[in-house]
């Protein structure tokens, strides 16, 4: 994956996602290669990643932006949409694997309080339902910070919600792994920058915001009939209130394709045109293998579309 080419050296790149070290974000890192090899600063809370980059001290922030079963992490949404003119490069997706870390010689029945972050806590709701019923539950910053509790308690009657790799880095134990109550469970993270957009890899994904010009019957189909009348298929559609007051709300849309494919371009074009407030949040190289729901055909079309109308108005006379 190209970093920015703003970027020389994979080493000269500074890069802040959330810490301590072993969360699922550093799991989801080490599977980038450019971002192993970079300078990395980790941070206690989300803003805090945002805040490094915004003011300079990072060049990209690696973020939790959505999981399969809880939905989108709100804090990275509501910060790309309302507080910064970040813009995401690209998407990581992992699988998530909940263990139930320990001290060595630890057992079930000695576990008393479960730490880890809430999502993760819900995640594996049904789990600690049947096989600790009784157990207090706590919340951390992050499931690594939730390893350290444990691995710095005084006995082994706490227990963590982690990743395999905490359990390595912090010495201990997994008593009990893939504890998550659902089966393909996964994680999205984005790579986001102060600046630029990637070059169109032919399997990109395009993020924005809209927020309607008036809430009035059919404003959102009249939106989503840009995306349909043009055969372009959207991966995500999610509303999330403007902060402006009660019912008043924006939409979130992930589709295929990039802004610089022309389909996708006329869309936001024609959008924006109508009035409607579109903040472009990125486009950038999709995750996972090409399919057919990235089809070349739609621009292409367009393409054809645009020169038949071009060829007659050639024929304008002055």
């Not at 939790?64 to 939905?71: H, M, P, V």
Request: with cysteine.
């Amino acid at each position: 994956m190209p970093i920015l080419s703003a970027v020389t050296t994979a080493s000269s790149l500074r890069v802040a996602y959330l810490g301590p070290a072993g969360t699922f974000t550093e799991q989801a890192l080490r599977t980038q290669p450019d971002l192993v090899e970079a300078e990395h600063s980790l941070h206690r809370t989300f803003p805090d990643v945002f805040y490094a980059v915004e003011h300079g001290d990072a060049d990209l922030a690696f973020v939790a932006i959505e999981n399969s079963i809880e939905g989108s992490v709100n804090v990275t949404i509501d910060t790309l949409a309302f507080e910064s003119e970040l813009k995401i490069q690209r998407e990581v997706v992992i699988p998530i694997v909940m263990n139930l870390l320990v001290q060595p010689g630890t057992s079930l029945p000695d576990v008393e309080t479960v730490v880890s972050i809430p999502i993760a806590i819900a995640q594996c709701r049904g789990w600690l339902r049947e096989n600790l019923p009784a157990v207090d539950l706590r919340a951390a910053n992050a499931t690594a910070e939730a390893v350290e509790i444990v691995a710095e308690a005084a006995d082994g009657s706490i227990a963590a919600i982690g990743t395999s790799l905490a359990a390595e880095m912090y010495g201990l134990d997994i008593l009990a792994a893939d504890i998550e109550d659902h089966p393909g469970n996964e994680t999205r993270f984005v790579v986001v920058a102060p600046e630029g957009v990637p070059t169109p890899t032919g399997h990109d994904k395009t993020s924005i915001v809209i927020f309607q010009r008036a809430d009035q019957p059919g404003s959102l189909l009249a939106i989503l009939q840009e995306f349909a009348g043009r055969g372009i298929n959207l991966t995500k559609l999610e509303s999330r209130p403007t902060k402006q007051g009660l019912g008043d709300y924006c939409f979130l849309i992930d589709c295929d394709g990039h802004i610089g494919d022309e389909v996708v371009a006329d869309a936001l074009r024609d959008l924006r045109w109508k009035g409607h407030g579109v903040k472009f949040l990125g486009s950038f190289p999709a995750a996972g293998l090409p399919g057919e729901k990235r089809p070349a055909e739609n621009a292409d079309a367009w393409a054809d579309a645009d020169a038949w109308v071009a060829d007659i108005r050639s024929t304008i006379i002055d």
